[in-house]
């Protein structure tokens, strides 16, 4: 085992991001179980934490956190990016010959970390992905939404999206590279990894219950996250809506040859009811077949706008290099 080197000058062979957002009460626990286990693991190594834009103690904590762990690295962006842009940012600064990703809340367990390391090398392997085995400390309907998630997505993006694996893994220096020259304005790293295509394993794992704190992912953060990784990754919808617009040309000629049918045999409708059913049905059709259309052209508009998903105020790496 070799021993581990204090000065954050030295290039680590493991970086391991960890996004923060509002993370006051989870930190000093996060640091308390993180810290040692990467001591232990006997490699030189970065912590890369990504403040995104918290309002609370947080950027406070990590300067004080800071200053007793050398290898604990503070990027700070400018505003609330979101969780997916601030791993982007986490990713792209990384220095290390292997990176990790880890959510603050604990909910993931950092000790499997030197595992992961360790099937990597083993293996050759350039993804391991931590695999949710036990969901049960979350709730009923988080099991089931998450798990309809990834149904979905397998479904639509393709049989390599591992089920149950969100952002706890490990990459090789070639995946993060890679992941670097993507031009996604919007990437979910849960979907984009497995589609690259390197070779990966899988670490088995219970999912805890938050360490402290309350979650940063509400239920209309978890809707636009599905929303944006089957518009990401899938032209489906757009499919979905050429197939509707012929159903409904369909249901649309039926309805003429009735109202025709009904009208040679000299029974007319009395009323307006079905008309009006029929424009609203129509109209209902249109509407979300526009909806997805606009969907897609918005996001042509984001690509085209070509503005970052991030922007860096500070990176205390940098500082001290």
Known sequence: MRAVHDSPRDAPTLSVVV???NEEEVLPVLAARLRPVLDGCGEAYEVLAVDDGSTDRTPLLLEQLRTAWPRLRVLTLRRNSGHQAALTAGLHRARGAYVASIDADLQDPPELIPDMLALARAEALDIVYGVRTDRSTDSRFKRRTAGAY??????LAGSYVPAQAGDFRLLSRAVVDTLKTLPDQQQIYRLLIPWLGFPSGQIAYRRAERAAGTSKYPLHKMVLLAFDSVTG????PLRLATAIGALSS???L???VWALTVYATGNPLPGWSSLIITMLFFGAVQLFCLGMLGEYVARIHTAVQARPTYVVARDTGEEER
């Open 150 to 155: 990834y149904r979905l997505m397998r479904r």
């Open 254 to 256: 039926a309805f003429l």
């Open 19 to 21: 996004p923060v957002f």
């Open 250 to 252: 369909l249901v649309c």
């Open 233 to 236: 990754f899938s032209t489906v």
